[in-house]
């Protein structure tokens, strides 16, 4: 038992057992949970089936902890995977450094303007491209883009993509491929947008050769990965008596969808064999990119505003509640399937029975909370295209609306028995004076409809009346008999 034998910190450190990693191919920015589980493991395999320099370089833009965590530990981890028959570990090594942006900027820029890296990667999540959820541009008056207009060393993630490129440019050299794994719409096409946009403020010829040279590949990424909590570092060091400060936990199933247009190879190949490790190498991600956010984080995210509001900490908890459990199901059947078209060759009805089972697997653990954090940010791309398509073919959608009055009772930071919540967003101050400052329930939503960082006019005007009786119902009534009226 651990408790005997101390803290898991004196345990012995996992350390490297597959010899050094390959030479470094790959920036990523944004070394979290999620890209560990991901992308890492994927290109990891890609490299020992064909080979190839593409070790990862790792970039936390803020924070030291993962650097920290894994320096000791010579930059492996272990990836826990988590199925309903129980967990499997691998341990994975193509991690061959984490940088810490805001500690070294330089190190990092040095680092992607390496002739060696063809690809810098990013899961930023989706207020890291700082721009504004609505429209998708550029948003120039956050606080980081306009350091990053006036200075050679950057704070933002777009920031350090165009400051990069200016500097291989400089030195007479390719760009890199920018390769987006967050989920956000046309991730790549966004981008490209916002970097360009970016670069033109700086120096219209560096858009220029951006905008020629540049490739930004969309991708479609599927894992569910709950954040590590240190019960979990220690039942892991309990299990191996090894100590691993920074696992990963995941669940068996992985996808990921990118679109094949990559900087052409000018040293070594252009890309990692992704093909040989089941990555679908497609022309047009769109189809699979709506599959995915409509079908997956639509629904996630609807679960975890009313889960939370429903008393419910995870979404395995949540889906075992049968009035969420049929919510859900006449969601994806109802609302989002009819929305848009499926990828040719899916049968969409089954890729949402596999959704179910997914969030049933007992042996994730995924917060309500974790995933009801930054939904101004999320809920444009989630479920406002879903409804704006529905609405356009004259369909109702009382699942969804009632979703977006959840989110908009969460973000007023007190739950339905008065307690308050913990709001994690970017735009969590200006939405909870918004909300606290209208007397009722109209008011308030009226309040959060305008802002347009979120929802457009025509829209705001389209939900209203609908919004605002969900609202009162799920104020009124509470998460089950609201849930129970629409079903
Ligand atoms: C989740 C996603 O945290 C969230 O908002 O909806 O991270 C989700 O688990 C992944 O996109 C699954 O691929």
Redesign the pocket.
Known sequence: MLMEAGLPGDLPRISRQKGPAPRAGIVHLGLGA?FRA?GAIYIEEATEISGGNWGIIGVSLQSPTMRDQLSPQDFVYTAEELGPEGAKLRQVEIVREVLVARENPDAVLAAMSDPDIRIVSLTVTEKGYCHDPATGRLNRAHPDIRHDVANGRPLSAPGYLVRALQRRKAAGLPPFTVLTCD?LPDNGRLVKGIVLELAREIDPELADWIEAEGRFPATM??????ATKPEDVESLAEKTSRFDAAPVLHEPFR?WVVEDDFVPAYCGNARPDLAAVGVELVGNVTPYEHM?LRM??GT??SL?YLGYLAGHETIAETVADPVLAVYVKNLWRNEIIPSFTPPPGVDIAGYADALFARYANPGIR?RTW?????GSQ?LPQ?ILGTLRDNLAEGRSCPGLVTAVAAWMIYVGGTDLKGKAIDVRDPLAGRLKTLSQGAPDADGKVAALLGVRDIFDAGLAEALRPALTDAYARLKAEGVHKSLEALA
Do not use: W
């Open positions: 999620f991901h989920n990424v599927d894992r569910i990965v709950p996808q995915k997956l984080n996630h995210s975890a995924h974790q995933i009801a954090m930054d999320k989630r």
